[in-house]
């Protein structure tokens, strides 16, 4: 089915202002952005500023912002606490060689927090902490591979990235799903190194496991991978991976750079996951770059430099920079189990107001997320894996259309990635989506005619 809005499309399209910035850009960038992930419906939308749960572009257009920067920006955008904190903070310098307090102040909420980190180090970016925590669990095993889940992003450190981008004609059979590589020129030994593991899959996972296993330093999950379908994990696929990982000795290491915000303590807490590492990222730096890696002491000290040179040096020049640690330990503060739950109520009654929707409309939607995340998918049943939420090019059509839609609405919705809620949105804001997934469906053809 294509879903095509007649009469709509282009309504709220990038005006001339972001037209002329693209023009400069493309003079200076490969594509003239600097991000591969930056949406264009045909160009970029060039912003001018954020207000709370909206974004203004330079044209002077106001949307209510669901991608808050891929879902970092838990207090939506310029949250005035982390802002005045970071202000006041300024003219004593932003970034030093040496230590600060505010470090401590972080890593001190964090580790209180999240139970499975005991000792954590900072970084500047989550694909950095997922590095690191792979590195860590090398260090720690002497093994040099890792498993993975099919179709989970993780960042751009090429273990983590194989297997991430696979397509119906690549990703190979259900048994043996292969460690499709990211780019062209990646070297085949990093497929090699890579095991991927098809999320929920129980059965799949031990017997794979086991097969490598003594070449596997960790298993890498994402408890809820956005790009596989923002579904949550099976209570059984979990046990096996941990279970089969605890009889070889393979670590588990859980990427939370997205899923930390669905919980005050975390995903692995929700789902009853004891990880050996975390990594973390997005909402922990109020705003500003970072990420961390957190564990157990005992993997940790893979890090510990005291006695002569660590396991593995972890440094970088803008690691700790004070200005993400203020800005982070004041949103995360900020960010109370009360917090948390109103968040998730918000979530709660968002997915069922469209849900009920797809049901007033019959329509071929479903809609999947936990807490403060979600995602609508232009499918008949709920996907449980990568390879089910991949998108047919008639489905891909259908969800430009729904961005369009919404856009158009003053919404920005993102296609194919997580949405999410920000505190500073209120029931309002969440009527207003649901109502404008109502509208979209009312324009869609009836079942009958879809197919
Ligand atoms: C689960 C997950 N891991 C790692 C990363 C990489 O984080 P960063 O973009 O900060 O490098 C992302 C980014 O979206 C992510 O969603």
Request: proline share 6%.
């Amino acid at each position: 089915m294509l879903h095509e809005v007649p009469g709509r499309a282009g309504a709220a399209s990038p005006g001339a202002q972001s037209a002329s910035l693209f023009a400069r850009g493309q003079a200076v960038f490969p594509d003239g952005t600097t991000r591969a992930t930056v949406e264009r419906d045909p160009t970029p939308r060039y912003v001018l500023k954020g207000e709370g749960a909206f974004l203004v572009d330079v044209d002077g257009q106001r949307f209510l912002d669901l991608n808050n920067n891929f879902t970092t920006l838990i207090h939506g955008h310029g949250y005035a606490p982390a802002l005045e904190a970071v202000a006041r903070l300024l003219r004593d310098g932003t970034c030093f060689s040496n230590p600060t307090a505010h470090e401590i102040d972080l890593a001190e909420l964090l580790v209180e927090r999240i139970p499975a980190v005991e000792q954590i180090r900072f970084v500047n970016t989550g694909t950095e902490a997922v590095m690191f925590a792979i590195k860590a669990a090398r260090a720690f095993t002497g093994r040099p591979c890792i498993a993975k889940i099919e179709g989970a992003y993780h960042g751009a450190y090429d273990w983590a990235e194989a297997g991430q981008g696979g397509t119906p004609s690549t990703w190979g059979s259900p048994e043996a799903p292969v460690a499709v590589p990211a780019y062209a020129g990646t070297p085949a030994s990093v497929a090699d190194e890579v095991v991927i593991l098809r999320f929920n899959d129980a059965e799949g996972a031990r017997r794979r496991i086991a097969a490598a296993a003594d070449r596997l330093a960790c298993i890498l999950l994402d408890p809820m991978p956005s790009r596989g379908g923002l579904i949550p994990p099976d209570p059984d696929f979990i046990a096996a991976v941990v279970e089969t990982a605890r009889q070889y000795g393979i670590l588990v290491v859980c990427d939370e750079v997205l899923n930390l915000r669905q919980s005050y303590r975390g995903a692995s807490a929700r789902y009853g996951i004891e990880p050996d590492l975390i990594a973390a990222g997005k909402i922990i730096g109020g705003g500003f770059p970072i990420g961390a890696i957190g564990g157990s002491s005992r993997v940790m000290s893979v890090f510990d430099g005291s006695a002569g040179r660590a396991k593995v040096a972890q440094g970088g020049t803008f690691s700790a920079n004070p200005v993400s640690m203020v800005a982070g330990r004041v949103s995360m503060e900020d960010m109370t189990e009360m917090a948390f739950t109103r968040l998730e109520t918000m979530g709660d009654r968002l997915r069922t107001s469209l849900t009920a929707a797809i049901e007033r409309h019959d329509a071929r939607y479903v809609i999947s997320g936990v807490a403060s995340l979600f995602r609508i998918h232009p499918k008949q049943t709920l996907p449980r894996d990568y390879r089910e939420a991949h998108a047919t090019a008639d489905e891909a059509a259908s969800m430009k259309a729904m961005s369009r839609f919404f856009r158009d609405e003053g919404i920005i919705l993102p296609a194919g990635a997580a949405a999410c809620l920000s505190t500073p949105m209120t029931d309002a804001d969440i009527d207003k989506i649901a109502n404008t997934f109502d509208r979209f469906l009312a324009t869609a053809p009836s079942e009958g005619e879809a197919r």
